[in-house]
């Protein structure tokens, strides 16, 4: 396996959810079991760099590292890390959909870019005859909102597909509910539209909750958030012409204040309890600080 052309493809692609690039990173490593252990390290920081904004890259390229450290080392026990990484994190996306559902009303629902969680949260919620409603966002430059509509629409939910200038609506609906990339010490990193969806929220009396597992908590020691890199400008304006430059970020950062709640695989996330657990996460040398360089 070409590691180096791996990670860089783990870098360029802008359509997988933790999920997916979490197994792709998981067999990653794997493959990587018989490396030298030096050169560990430095591919774990690499994995970690591929996808700042997605906390479980971090996560997982932490617990390998602190299997290999282990005495004896060995390539088994970075093999058994990641994958108990990724069948901990399937199983905690089913109970925070669970709990997703939970918390949802009946009535109308706005959501943006297209959480998985979010998605099987309403899913089970309309199985259970919870009357739902779904107001989704295109999410540009991806547009990930048309295949989050499609989707709950082929399950039977009622849906409203809008542009990103979707703020207005919020005085429509009952709930703002949306997925996590990553939940920081500054607060929720996730699709760029966020925090002025929170923000409109607010203001309209809107209660706003972030659906999350514990692979997307970043451990303080890291940093209090993540960067979030400018990516390709040729997505929001192709041939851009003289004197105009497009910005393309992925992501935004919505203050923990503006949320009413994170929603975990545990249930409810108190405010107290996550920063407890901010401060506790254990982080190998090689990770720790990386987002304060």
């Not at 590691?3 to 997916?20: F, P, Q, R």
């Not at 966002?137 to 597909?161: D, I, M």
């Not at 709640?261 to 107290?272: C, Q, R, V």
Request: proline fraction near 8%.
């Amino acid at each position: 396996m070409n590691l180096t052309g791996e990670i860089a493809e783990i870098a360029a692609d802008n359509h997988s959810g933790a999920t997916a690039l979490a197994e792709r990173a998981a067999a990653l490593l794997t493959a990587a079991q018989s490396l030298p252990a030096e050169e560990l390290p430095t591919l774990c920081v690499a994995l970690a760099k591929a996808q700042p904004a997605m906390a479980p890259l971090l996560r997982l390229a932490n617990a390998v590292l602190f299997a290999a450290s282990g005495r004896p080392a060995s390539s088994s026990a970075i093999r058994t890390a990641a994958e108990e990484f990724v069948s901990d994190l399937r199983e905690h996306t089913a109970r925070a959909s669970r709990h997703g559902a939970a918390i949802l009303p009946d009535g109308r629902v706005l959501t943006h870019s297209a959480s998985s969680l979010v998605a099987e949260a309403i899913l089970t919620a309309h199985a259970d005859g919870r009357r739902i409603e779904v107001v989704c966002s295109e999410s540009r430059p991806g547009f990930e909102g048309r295949a989050l509509a499609a989707r709950l629409a082929a399950a039977g939910v009622p849906v409203t597909l809008v542009v990103d200038a979707a703020p207005a609506l919020l005085s429509q609906c009952n709930l703002l509910l949306v997925g996590a990339d990553t939940v920081c010490a500054a607060g929720l990193v996730h699709k760029v539209g966020t925090l002025g969806l929170a923000l409109a929220a607010r203001f309209h009396g809107v209660s706003t909750y972030a659906l999350a597992t514990g692979e997307k908590l970043l451990p303080r020691a890291c940093g209090d958030q993540p960067p979030v890199p400018e990516r390709d400008p040729d997505e929001v304006l192709p041939d851009a012409p003289p004197g105009v430059t497009p910005l393309n970020f992925y992501y935004d950062l919505t203050p923990h204040s503006l949320l009413d709640g994170i929603i975990t695989e545990e249930g409810p996330l108190p405010a107290k309890t996550l920063d407890q657990q901010l401060d506790a996460m254990p982080v190998h040398p090689a990770l720790a600080g990386i987002w304060r360089e």
